[in-house]
């Protein structure tokens, strides 16, 4: 298959994490006989650097032309010190997905048998973990009219949802359910906000053509607390715009690390993967920042695609390096790897599983991992 990939690095640590999945795409590329051709663009606070602009104009023709985006990371602590600026890095990734209409977020939670110790949340809370969180990404109160009073003390942000909105994400969720356990979870606040409502009436009436489908109602708030006393109950989640944002971050502590977190936002015409993190600036440049959720975010671009054996051997890879704690020091605090070595580990043991071993010397030293 002959791909044409969009690579977005961003900021902060995205550049690093970005070069690592490109590593591993062009061994899956070597591997299968597959040709990955990337294009490379600014987006964030360094396009604002060097245009004044978040996203360029020549960076949404390329993510627009494009079959798929690999997306690092966005943010400057420059601009968190300012909330007022009328430019920020964020914009650009809010601008992308409204200007691609990437409606859908999936974010996939799993919890790692080799690094449950690491989850902030007991062993026999989180072992057996497995979800995916659809959460709309286009609508919502993000994209609301905002304003505030002449005098500044009244601010207001309308939250607006369609229901052809609501459907074409309810439907992939429904999709996605019926291919796994049969369980879909809808969260909303329909006790209080009529957009709520709405979600409510359009996913009753959609359940009708997926009967299989196990249909469930939670609150925002019931189920921040469900995620925390017992993730393994959920299979399927679908949410809004905003409390899918936060729900999402607070499923994160659940895997013992956000830098293990992927996630696709799809459109119609292309689709964006990126992993959850931010940019850790204070890591940028240090190499050891954790580059798995990056490399898992490429393994879900391959599964767009049903390049499916292509991304198990990523996740086998991945998988192997966490068994062996062969992992950056947010997993591996006394004995750990660089965000290069961790790479060259996970392209080595995908080219050639069967005789990859554990030689940490080596791997130290940024020699193969083959013998």
Sequence with gaps: MKLTIALLPGDGIGPEVIHQAVKILDAISEKYNHTFEYKKADVG????????????????????????????????????KDH??????????????????????????????????????????????????????????YFGEKKFSEDGKEAIDTCKYT????????HLAFKAAKSRRKKLTLIDKANVLVTSR?????????????????????????????????PTQFDVILTENMFGDILSDAASVISGSIGLLA??????????????????????????????????????LLEHFQLIDEAEDIKNAVEKSIELNITTPDLNSTNHFSTTNVGNFLRDFILDDENTFYNKNNIDLGQSTII
């Design 163 to 170: 229901a052809s909105e609501i459907d074409r994400i309810a």
């Design 45 to 80: 606070a360094i396009a604002i650097d060097k245009t004044g602009n978040p996203l360029p104009d020549e960076t949404l023709e390329i993510c627009s032309s494009a079959d798929a985006i690999l997306f690092g990371a966005i943010g400057d602590p420059k601009y968190d």
């Design 198 to 230: 709405l979600w409510r009436k359009r996913v009753k009436e959609i359940s009708k053509s997926y009967p299989g489908v196990q249909l469930n109602f939670l609150y925002a708030n019931t189920a921040a607390m469900q995620l925390i006393l017992k």
């Design 263 to 300: 996630s696709a936002s799809i459109g119609k015409k292309t689709a964006l993967f990126e992993p959850i993190h931010g940019s850790y600036p204070k890591a940028k440049g240090k190499n050891f920042a954790n580059p798995l959720a990056a490399v898992l975010s490429a393994a879900m």
């Design 84 to 141: 007022n600026a009328t430019i920020r890095p964020e914009q650009g990734l809010l601008r992308l997905r409204k200007e691609l209409d990437l409606y859908a977020n999936i974010r996939p939670v799993i919890s790692y048998d080799y690094l449950i110790h690491k989850s902030n949340l007991k062993k026999e809370i989180v072992e057996g973990t497995d979800f995916i969180i659809y959460r709309e990404l286009t609508g919502g109160i």
